[in-house]
């Protein structure tokens, strides 16, 4: 039987891979899991979960998919990769929160795009226009982060490691 890793415990990815370990006990150890990790050593893998070293984006794209975590993604994106400053972590919800996000985020879609098309209707964008951009990119960029936490759902759902909400 392995022993549980004390000094990767709270790392991002060795967590999601023991949580893709309940579904797959193959998943338990870094032996293992490099298995699902095409091109990933053993020894890559352990500094990665210990913080040694940062993981390129195609191996946490590979980690996010063999442990069926999609939210390794964005996690990634939101706090190692420079490119990825203007986006949120998905956090882990019960799926029907994620809906009534999505459906407040769409009642806010509609309002949003009127505002657009007022702003736009006549080709000029005038100083108070231009000031309540900021406001709607804000608000927009709400709405993509709502549409990427029911992506990273169907995405579980699809591959079967969601719970089925009754």
Request: charged content about 35%.
């Amino acid at each position: 039987m392995s022993r549980k890793a004390t000094k990767a415990i709270g790392n991002v990815y060795y967590e999601a891979r023991m949580r893709a370990a309940k579904y797959n006990e193959k998943l338990l150890t870094r032996s293992g899991a490099i298995d699902f990790l095409p091109g990933v050593t053993e020894d890559s893998l352990k500094k990665y979960e210990l913080d040694i070293t940062r993981p390129p984006n195609i191996v946490v794209a590979l980690m996010a998919d063999a442990y069926n975590a999609p939210e390794l993604r964005a996690w990634y994106c939101s706090n190692e990769c420079p490119l990825g400053a203007d986006r949120r972590e998905i956090e882990d919800m019960p799926p029907e929160r994620g809906v009534i996000r999505l459906q407040n985020s769409a009642k806010d879609l509609g309002e949003l795009i009127v505002k657009l098309s007022a702003i736009m209707d006549d080709g000029v964008i005038t100083d108070d226009e231009r000031k309540a951009i900021p406001g709607i990119k804000d608000q927009l960029l709400e709405c993509r982060h709502r549409l990427d936490e029911i992506l990273a759902v169907l995405e579980k759902f699809e591959k079967g490691c969601g719970k089925v909400i009754y």
